[in-house]
C-alpha cells in the first residue's frame, strides 16, 4: 500500500493538485492507495469515481493540519505492508512523527517556490528540519535540485524525477474546428496557457509582439488562463495596439485547450524569478510539446528539463523583450518551429507517466 499526505489534490485546480492526482492514479496501478487531502466543497463526486481511497480532512485551517497528521499516524500505526508515504510539500510531513518516517520510506517532493526562504530564515529552518525526516526529497526539476542544495538540504537526499503526463486524448473534429475558427488566417499562431502572475514573463512577451507586429502584422496571440496579472496585461495589450492580435481567454475546457495548444505554432512562457516565486518545471511545455508545438520558455527555472535549446525549442531571458522577440523571429524563420515541435513531441515521450512512475518504484 501507498500512502499519500497532501495539501492539494483534484478536484481543485493547479499544477501540485494534477502531479498528486496523477502520481495517485499511477501508483494505484501497482497496489492500494489510500490519500489523505484537504476537504474540498466539490469532492465527494470526484472521489467516488477514484480507483483508491480517499480521506478528507475538514475544519479549521489552523488545526487541520494536526487533525490529519494524527489520522496518518493512526492509519500507518495499524496497518502493515505500507511501502511509502507520499508527500507533496514539506509541510504536509512537518507533523508526522519521525518514528514513522523511519519505520516506512517517505518521499517529499519539492516544487520551487515553497523552499526558496533565506537561509537561516524561520521557513527555512522548518523545512530543513521537516525534510531531514524524509528518506529521500524528490526535485521537479534539476533547477530545484540545485536550489535546494543552495538553501541547505543535503545533495545525497535529492532526486530529481520530473512530473509525468499522459498521452493525450483523441479530440474531436468539432472542437478542432472550434479552436482551427479562434485562430481563423493568423501567421503565426501563438499561444500562453498558464496562470497570469508576474513570475511567468507574459509582460515581457507583450512588449517584445509590438515589433513582431510590424512584420507579422496578421499574427495571433491567445493566452489561456487567469489570474491577478489579468487586467495589467490587458491593459498593456490596448495601450500597445495590439488588442486585435492578442485574445484573452479565461477558461476552456481541457479538450478545447488541447485543441488550441494542436493548432499553434508557438508556445510562450519566458518565466523569470519574481522575489522568491519561480517556476520550478512547467507542465505546460510537455502539454504543447505532445502536440507539436514548439516552446519558447526562460533561462530562469525548470524549464531547461523540458525544452532543449536549438532543438525542440529556445531558452531565453524572460525580462529581456528583445530576447524574446529575437528567439520567435529565428524560429518563424524557414519555419524552423515546425522542425522543432516535431523534435519536442519525440522529445516528450520521455516524460510519459509509465516511464516516470518506475523511478519513484525503484527508490521505494
Given at each position: 500500500?501507498f500512502?499519500i ?10 499544477g ?49 493540519k ?35 518516517c ?8 519539492i ?8 537561509k537561516?530564515?524561520?521557513?527555512n ?14 526535485a521537479n526539476?534539476e ?19 520530473n ?29 500562453s ?20 507586429q ?21 491593459s ?25 495548444l ?11 524569478q519574481?522575489?522568491a516565486?519561480?517556476?520550478?518545471f ?7 510539446s ?13 524549464a ?55 523511478k ?5
Amino acid at each position: 500500500m501507498f500512502v499519500i499526505v497532501t495539501r492539494n489534490f483534484p478536484p481543485s485546480i493547479g499544477g501540485m493538485q494534477s502531479l498528486m492526482g496523477d502520481l495517485a492514479l499511477n501508483f494505484s496501478e501497482h497496489g492500494p492507495v489510500k490519500v489523505f487531502a484537504d476537504a474540498d466543497d466539490e469532492s465527494d463526486d470526484f472521489d467516488k469515481k477514484q480507483p483508491y481511497s480517499i480521506e478528507r480532512i475538514g475544519g479549521i485551517k489552523l488545526l487541520q493540519k494536526y487533525r490529519k497528521n494524527n489520522q496518518v499516524e493512526l492509519f500507518c500505526s495499524g496497518h502493515k505492508g505500507i511501502r511509502a508515504i507520499i508527500s507533496d510539500h514539506w509541510k504536509s510531513i512537518e507533523k508526522i512523527s519521525h518514528n514513522i518516517c523511519a519505520q516506512i520510506p517517505t518521499l517529499c517532493l519539492i516544487h520551487g517556490k515553497e523552499i526558496n526562504h533565506t537561509k537561516g530564515s524561520l521557513s527555512n529552518t522548518r523545512m530543513l528540519s521537516s525534510l531531514k525526516k524524509a528518506t529521500y526529497v524528490i526535485a521537479n526539476s534539476e533547477f530545484t535540485r540545485k536550489l535546494a542544495i543552495s538553501k541547505g538540504v543535503k545533495a545525497n537526499k535529492i532526486k530529481v524525477i520530473n512530473p509525468g503526463i499522459f498521452p493525450p486524448k483523441k479530440i474531436s473534429k468539432k472542437i478542432i474546428t472550434k479552436a482551427a475558427n479562434i485562430f481563423g488566417k493568423s501567421s503565426p499562431k501563438l499561444i500562453s496557457v498558464t496562470r497570469l502572475v508576474k513570475r511567468k514573463g507574459l509582460h515581457s512577451v507583450i512588449l517584445s509582439l509590438k515589433n513582431l507586429q510590424a512584420m507579422y502584422p496578421n499574427f495571433l496571440y491567445v493566452i489561456l488562463g487567469s489570474g491577478e496579472q489579468a487586467d495589467q496585461l490587458q491593459s498593456l495589450t490596448n495601450n500597445m495596439g495590439l488588442e486585435n492580435n492578442i485574445l484573452f481567454l479565461e477558461k476552456t475546457s481541457v479538450e478545447l485547450k488541447n485543441a488550441l495548444l494542436s493548432e499553434s505554432d508557438i508556445f510562450l512562457m519566458p518565466s523569470i524569478q519574481d522575489g522568491a516565486s519561480v517556476e520550478g518545471f512547467g507542465i505546460s511545455f510537455l502539454e504543447a510539446s505532445m502536440f507539436k508545438t514548439a516552446c519558447i520558455g526562460g533561462k530562469i527555472g525548470g524549464a531547461s528539463d523540458i525544452i532543449k535549446h536549438g532543438v525542440t525549442g529556445f531558452l531565453c531571458d524572460g525580462e529581456d523583450q528583445a530576447d524574446i522577440y529575437d528567439s520567435l523571429v529565428m524560429m518563424m524563420k524557414k519555419e524552423l518551429y515546425k522542425k522543432m515541435g516535431v523534435a519536442a513531441q519525440a522529445y516528450s515521450k520521455n516524460f510519459l507517466w509509465k516511464i516516470q512512475i518506475k523511478k519513484y518504484l525503484k527508490l521505494i
